[in-house]
């Protein structure tokens, strides 16, 4: 008897391939390359990643959307915008790592190889059409993770920041896989298309089982999201990461990560829609209060980035409760904004850090928002406005991607009937503009105190970074058609 | 049927109570005065210098790491032997490929010398 | 053969005791260990109902899970060694550099 394998769908998956292959040549020839040469396996991971990109591009206009691989992988335009969101993500964040290695003196190691197998488990989280290639994928990218916030071997804090990252994210993985262990014991599928047609209009969606299992995953979710109550991981892994590794992390992962959620909400749980949006609406409010507020009192700025980037968290999460599938006029201006919002917070959240990567010196990295952000713009006027952008546009400032983005989740949240959503929200980025704006005022109008120093010198590759997210920031807020139609044609979340 | 698990029933509770009432005579009778010196572990005689465990060389951790991750990586191998036969060229081409990227991962330990024993 | 249930709830007192496991113990070994209790409570519990469902789906994502715990100890141990390297002691307490 023979067993017929399933279709052999490569076409289908080419981005993740690109990436994983890439990643494999990368980690053999970290082996044969003397270390000075080690910037070229930067580049080479930089080029893999816009390839990744024109084969997403390609797929685009090709037949989506697909399921291929006994329906595990679903290549859809939600899955592919997400890809290439979480792509340009990575390729900014390797510009950003080059130089910023080496003047750290933190060596190369396995890090371009890490990066790149962390962005193919992004790129196959974005696609995953069922648990098993979802947490799979999840896995994949959060090892490399590990690896990379303690790849800055000699320094305590970054030892300290691996080892917290690891202990959280395998105990949300805990969580994640007893919860897709009851939803399979209640429903006997783990498949997303397969969960949906099994719950739809059957009388298990009042099962104990099924939702005790779907709790569990939420809170796996709230872990990995970083969403309040469950983000005291977050400052401290964010800090102590080397800044490049928490850009890349901050971004990378919540977009992917974000991704995924929304697919096994509305794909997979539209008839659970009740249960869920109630949970994320209610983690949904916690963390904006929480995360903004506590951004207020810290002087450390990766620490304010880092609660900083829970409270955007939260506002993301407003736009995926108001996803409800039966109203398809409010699923769609949800979902676009979920999108949107993503694509504006990795420009904006990476420039920031690229700001913070362009300050360090090799024996201080110049976190103090107090005592190294003083009197910025008169030492290096052109650092100091980039910063005042991405600072403004985190904050919402109108002619910003952040306004734009948080203006369509508002609006979102309050067709679908949340207004309690939407207040909280507005009434939290005016608390949130209190940080935002303070950093602006401190290198304003502050005294430096290294009036006397050379101002850093900023290498190329990272002027690069700075000059995209600047554009695209301030672009996405004047002129947000382009993206957002983009993101309208990506809401085919894929069911055939 | 019954009356012979209730013996042995009987027969478990009597031990554990006889035992129990010895270990309880004992801690009602003895002294019990406790210095440090008394608490320490004995090792022949003279105080402990070092702690009781026992250190290893970082080799033992790598080897081990390397082990379980190797190890289970064949786990995939067993359901796959079973059925080989109705698997056909596919299973076979999609095997080896595992083992490739299995080897990539072994190259890659060989070279960075994770493998040199001393 | 045994009722599902008794499989069941041994699972989710094997999920619980890891949980309770991780949240009150200080050593990140230990940690590591209950955590490993929780990914194999989900392995008993996705055979368990596999063998009530007459599926193999079940059972196949249990090796899947054997396969990821393994390379979480791998990670987790590489990095428990290294931080054992540079200083003497592995108390999650004494790892706080940064303030929580």
Known sequence: MEIAPPPFDLGAIAPFLIVAVGAMIALLADLFIPPARRPALGYFALGTTLVAIGACVWLWGGAVPRLAFANMIAVDRFGLFVTIVTLIGAALSILLSVDFLQEQRLGYGEYFPLMLFTVSGMILLAFANDLITFFIALEILSLGLYILAGSARGRAVSQESAIKYFLLGSFSFGFLVYGTSLIYGATGTTNFTALRVALEGSGLTDNPLLLAGLALVLVGFAFKLALAPFHMWTPDVYSGAPTAVTAFMSVGTKVATFAALLRLVTGALPALYADWSNALFALAIVTMILGNLAAITQRNIKRMLAYSSIGQAGYVLVAVVASDTTQPGVNDAAQSSVLFYLLAYTFMNLGAFAVVVALARPDDERLDLDRDYAGLARRQPLLAAAMAVFMLSLGGIPLTAGFMGKLLVFRAAIEAGYWPLAVVGVLTSAVALAFYLRVVVRMYAGESRHAEERPARVPVPLAVVLAVCLVATIQFGILPAIPLDAARGALTITAP | ?118 | MAPLAYYFILSAILFTTGVIGVLIRKNPLIMFMSIELMLNSANLSFASFARYRNGLDGQVIAFFIMTVAAAEVVVGLAIIVSIFRTRASVDVDDVNTLKG
């Open chain 2, 1 to 118: 049927m019954v009356d012979n698990y209730a013996i042995i029933l009987i027969m478990i509770l009597t031990v554990l109570g006889f035992g129990a009432l010895l270990l309880s005579i004992g801690v009602l009778v003895r002294p019990y005065k406790p210095t440090p010196r008394k608490l320490q572990s004995y090792e022949s005689g003279v105080p402990n210098i070092e702690p009781l465990k026992g250190r290893y060389t970082p080799r033992f951790y790598v080897i081990a790491i390397l082990f379980v991750i190797f190890d289970i990586e064949a786990i995939f191998l067993f359901p796959w032997a079973v059925a080989f036969d109705q698997l056909g060229l596919f299973g076979l081409v999609e095997m080896v490929l595992f083992i490739v990227i299995l080897l990539i991962g072994y190259a890659y330990a060989w070279r960075r010398g994770a493998l040199e024993w001393v």
